[in-house]
Protein backbone atom coordinates (compact mmCIF):
# COMPACT_ATOMS: atom_id res chain seq x y z
CA UNK A 1 0.00 0.00 0.00
CA UNK A 2 1.61 2.93 -0.91
CA UNK A 3 0.94 5.96 1.74
CA UNK A 4 -0.33 9.79 0.91
CA UNK A 5 0.69 10.74 4.35
CA UNK A 6 -0.69 14.20 4.81
CA UNK A 7 -3.76 14.39 2.50
CA UNK A 8 -5.34 11.56 3.59
CA UNK A 9 -5.03 13.25 7.21
CA UNK A 10 -6.09 15.76 5.93
CA UNK A 11 -9.79 14.02 3.99
CA UNK A 12 -10.18 12.69 7.37
CA UNK A 13 -10.02 16.05 9.42
CA UNK A 14 -12.06 17.62 7.13
CA UNK A 15 -14.57 14.56 7.23
CA UNK A 16 -14.40 14.88 11.43
CA UNK A 17 -15.09 18.89 11.10
CA UNK A 18 -18.40 18.07 8.88
CA UNK A 19 -19.49 15.35 11.64
CA UNK A 20 -18.63 17.83 14.62
CA UNK A 21 -20.21 20.77 12.67
CA UNK A 22 -23.44 18.68 12.41
CA UNK A 23 -24.18 18.75 16.26
CA UNK A 24 -23.67 22.54 16.15
CA UNK A 25 -26.29 25.76 15.16
CA UNK A 26 -26.55 26.20 11.80
CA UNK A 27 -29.04 29.46 11.68
CA UNK A 28 -30.01 31.74 14.67
CA UNK A 29 -32.12 34.56 14.28
CA UNK A 30 -30.60 38.15 15.21
CA UNK A 31 -31.72 41.34 16.23
CA UNK A 32 -30.58 44.59 16.78
CA UNK A 33 -33.10 46.44 18.28
CA UNK A 34 -32.55 45.33 22.76
CA UNK A 35 -36.01 45.10 23.07
CA UNK A 36 -36.69 42.59 19.97
CA UNK A 37 -33.25 40.74 20.80
CA UNK A 38 -35.15 40.15 24.54
CA UNK A 39 -38.38 39.04 22.71
CA UNK A 40 -36.12 36.37 20.68
CA UNK A 41 -34.13 35.51 23.77
CA UNK A 42 -37.60 34.32 25.63
CA UNK A 43 -38.66 31.94 22.35
CA UNK A 44 -37.72 28.04 22.30
CA UNK A 45 -33.86 28.16 21.56
CA UNK A 46 -35.16 25.08 18.70
CA UNK A 47 -37.24 28.67 17.24
CA UNK A 48 -34.04 30.78 17.49
CA UNK A 49 -31.19 28.45 16.78
CA UNK A 50 -31.48 25.88 14.36
CA UNK A 51 -29.36 22.89 14.05
CA UNK A 52 -28.29 21.21 10.93
CA UNK A 53 -31.58 19.48 9.77
CA UNK A 54 -34.16 22.20 10.23
CA UNK A 55 -31.40 24.07 8.29
CA UNK A 56 -32.26 22.80 5.03
CA UNK A 57 -30.73 20.77 2.40
CA UNK A 58 -27.89 23.06 1.62
CA UNK A 59 -26.90 22.48 5.31
CA UNK A 60 -27.12 18.67 5.97
CA UNK A 61 -26.53 17.51 1.96
CA UNK A 62 -23.03 18.82 1.49
CA UNK A 63 -21.85 17.31 5.10
CA UNK A 64 -22.95 14.12 4.45
CA UNK A 65 -21.35 14.20 1.05
CA UNK A 66 -18.06 15.76 2.74
CA UNK A 67 -17.80 12.91 5.61
CA UNK A 68 -18.48 10.12 3.43
CA UNK A 69 -15.80 11.65 0.68
CA UNK A 70 -13.28 12.58 3.87
CA UNK A 71 -13.56 8.52 5.39
CA UNK A 72 -13.27 6.76 1.75
CA UNK A 73 -10.13 8.93 1.30
CA UNK A 74 -8.64 7.98 4.56
CA UNK A 75 -9.85 4.35 4.28
CA UNK A 76 -8.76 3.77 0.27
CA UNK A 77 -6.14 6.67 -0.10
CA UNK A 78 -3.29 4.10 0.11
CA UNK A 79 -4.45 1.62 -1.74
CA UNK A 80 -2.37 1.87 -5.24
CA UNK A 81 -5.15 0.78 -7.41
CA UNK A 82 -7.70 2.90 -6.06
CA UNK A 83 -5.60 5.52 -6.09
CA UNK A 84 -4.55 4.70 -10.44
CA UNK A 85 -8.30 3.86 -10.85
CA UNK A 86 -9.03 7.84 -10.17
CA UNK A 87 -9.41 8.23 -6.63
CA UNK A 88 -8.45 11.78 -6.35
CA UNK A 89 -10.15 12.75 -9.15
CA UNK A 90 -13.65 11.42 -8.09
CA UNK A 91 -12.28 13.19 -4.32
CA UNK A 92 -11.86 16.53 -6.45
CA UNK A 93 -15.00 16.53 -7.75
CA UNK A 94 -16.74 15.12 -4.88
CA UNK A 95 -14.99 18.21 -2.97
CA UNK A 96 -16.57 20.49 -5.61
CA UNK A 97 -19.69 19.35 -5.19
CA UNK A 98 -19.86 19.90 -1.38
CA UNK A 99 -18.09 23.48 -2.49
CA UNK A 100 -20.84 24.74 -4.21
CA UNK A 101 -23.92 22.80 -2.20
CA UNK A 102 -22.04 25.06 0.98
CA UNK A 103 -21.96 28.46 -0.67
CA UNK A 104 -25.88 27.65 -2.24
CA UNK A 105 -26.25 27.08 1.45
CA UNK A 106 -25.04 30.35 2.35
CA UNK A 107 -27.83 31.86 -0.16
CA UNK A 108 -30.29 30.37 0.84
CA UNK A 109 -29.94 30.25 4.38
CA UNK A 110 -33.42 32.25 4.51
CA UNK A 111 -34.91 29.58 2.76
CA UNK A 112 -35.26 27.64 5.87
CA UNK A 113 -38.41 29.83 7.10
CA UNK A 114 -41.71 30.17 4.82
CA UNK A 115 -42.28 33.17 2.47
CA UNK A 116 -44.53 35.07 4.91
CA UNK A 117 -42.32 33.87 7.86
CA UNK A 118 -39.33 36.19 6.19
CA UNK A 119 -41.42 38.95 5.56
CA UNK A 120 -42.59 39.60 9.05
CA UNK A 121 -39.23 38.47 10.13
CA UNK A 122 -37.46 41.59 7.93
CA UNK A 123 -40.22 43.78 8.60
CA UNK A 124 -39.80 43.34 12.10
CA UNK A 125 -35.65 44.05 11.96
CA UNK A 126 -35.17 40.33 12.85
CA UNK A 127 -31.73 38.99 10.51
CA UNK A 128 -30.53 35.64 9.70
CA UNK A 129 -27.11 34.67 10.76
CA UNK A 130 -24.98 32.02 10.37
CA UNK A 131 -24.40 29.80 13.35
CA UNK A 132 -21.05 28.14 14.26
CA UNK A 133 -21.79 24.78 12.29
CA UNK A 134 -22.17 26.25 9.23
CA UNK A 135 -18.62 28.65 9.69
CA UNK A 136 -17.63 25.19 10.66
CA UNK A 137 -18.66 22.99 7.60
CA UNK A 138 -17.53 25.85 5.51
CA UNK A 139 -13.99 25.72 6.41
CA UNK A 140 -14.24 21.31 6.45
CA UNK A 141 -15.42 22.07 2.60
CA UNK A 142 -12.64 24.67 1.90
CA UNK A 143 -9.81 22.45 3.46
CA UNK A 144 -11.39 18.90 1.52
CA UNK A 145 -11.25 21.47 -1.76
CA UNK A 146 -7.84 22.58 -1.25
CA UNK A 147 -6.50 19.11 -0.22
CA UNK A 148 -8.26 17.30 -3.56
CA UNK A 149 -6.42 19.92 -5.50
CA UNK A 150 -3.11 19.06 -4.08
CA UNK A 151 -3.52 15.63 -4.33
CA UNK A 152 -5.00 15.59 -7.99
CA UNK A 153 -1.81 17.86 -8.64
CA UNK A 154 0.47 14.83 -6.65
CA UNK A 155 -1.35 12.04 -8.79
CA UNK A 156 -0.52 13.73 -11.93
CA UNK A 157 2.78 14.76 -11.03
CA UNK A 158 3.32 10.75 -10.06
CA UNK A 159 1.98 9.65 -13.31
CA UNK A 160 4.72 8.27 -15.82
CA UNK A 161 5.26 10.41 -18.77
CA UNK A 162 3.71 13.45 -17.16
CA UNK A 163 5.30 16.74 -15.67
CA UNK A 164 7.73 19.09 -17.71
CA UNK A 165 10.47 16.58 -18.83
CA UNK A 166 7.71 14.50 -20.83
CA UNK A 167 6.23 18.13 -22.21
CA UNK A 168 9.47 19.38 -23.69
CA UNK A 169 10.40 16.40 -25.64
CA UNK A 170 6.78 16.19 -27.00
Same mark, same amino acid.
Request: glycine share 10%; with cysteine.
Given at each position: MRTVGGRRWCAFAAAVLGA?? +?LLTWTSLTAGDPQLADAL *?? +?PSADVHRDVWASGFFAWAPMLLLIVTGLAVAVFGGVRAARAAGLPQ +???IAAAVVAVLA? +??WFT???QFGTEQRALLAESGVAF *???AGRWLGSAAAALSLATAVLDVR???AAKP???RRARRRR
Amino acid at each position: MRTVGGRRWCAFAAAVLGAVS +LLLTWTSLTAGDPQLADAL *AE +LPSADVHRDVWASGFFAWAPMLLLIVTGLAVAVFGGVRAARAAGLPQ +LWLIAAAVVAVLAV +LGWFTMGWQFGTEQRALLAESGVAF *AAGAGRWLGSAAAALSLATAVLDVRAARAAKPGSGRRARRRR
